[in-house]
């Protein structure tokens, strides 16, 4: 096929896609009611992050598999008090 | 007396790459199991950005490369794994860790290495429950899977932490 017919067929196409681009990171507000301190972050895909607060640290982790935030609380002794995911 | 100068540490430190400076920092100040330094590791090197190539595994993520790194002689000068089977920091090595500990809080901030000392004092059980936790591809080859599912069990709905989507994203409410 030359270059011209090809192009003729392309012309001819009556038909679109999307394609949906892959989030590679999530918005994520954190609201420490004690210190009253509000922080908006971005986590990326597969990063961790740590937070600070009066008690202890917040450690966030975005799983590109499950798509879901995983965290957890952990006071200064580095005992575990809480754990989720959303 | 024998001691290091930190222009000696700064030399010692070029001569590794960033996966043998976060064992330093895994192993810290006192000495530790195979397994909880493994943990730690993959907890730090995602804080930071390096590579650790872990995998799931049996007891958790799992690393060849950091096994192989904890037995590397090239790694002699900053940690060494004792007749007990822990590993521990050489004179250089906690040079070397009181070092990256003080460039982390210059470069990443002082919240950092505190993080990693509360790491340091995590119990082994709470350690495995927290790397399960936030890396959950980690239960797929898991030998201890139902073990570990009924520790993280315990730790969810304390209200201290409450999460809810808002739109786009999602949002934290920390009372603690």
Known sequence: MSSEESEKKVEEIDASISIQVPKT????????????????????????????????????RYDDKTK??????????????????? | MVTVSEEDVEKELKLHDQLDLVLVLA???SPAPHLVVQKRAVLISKLLGVDSEAEP??????????????????NATLFRRRGD?????????MRAY????????????????????????MSEDELLA???????????????????????????????????????????EVDA
Do not use: C, N
């Open chain 1, 25 to 60: 990171s999530l918005k994520i507000e954190l609201r420490f009611k004690r210190e009253k301190l509000v922080l908006q972050e971005d986590v990326k895909i597969g990063e961790a992050k740590v937070f600070r607060s009066s008690e202890g640290w917040l450690l966030v």
């Open chain 1, 68 to 86: 879901k935030l995983f965290y957890a609380f952990l006071d200064k002794k580095g005992r575990l008090r809480e754990m989720g995911e959303l």
């Open chain 2, 27 to 29: 192993i810290g100040s």
């Open chain 2, 57 to 74: 595994y049996y007891y958790g993520p799992y690393s060849e490369t950091i096994t192989e790194k904890l037995q590397d002689a090239r």
């Open chain 2, 85 to 93: 089977g822990k590993y521990e920091l050489t004179l250089m090595g």
């Open chain 2, 98 to 121: 009181e070092l990256l500990m003080k460039r982390l809080a210059v470069e990443k901030g002082e919240d950092v290495p505190r993080f990693i000392e509360t790491l340091h004092r």
């Open chain 2, 130 to 172: 927290l790397t399960y936790h936030l890396f959950p591809e980690s239960f797929e080859e898991s030998k201890i899977k139902g073990k570990v599912r009924v520790m993280i069990e315990r730790f969810k709905g304390k209200g201290l932490v409450k999460a809810k989507r808002e739109g786009e994203k999602i949002v934290l």
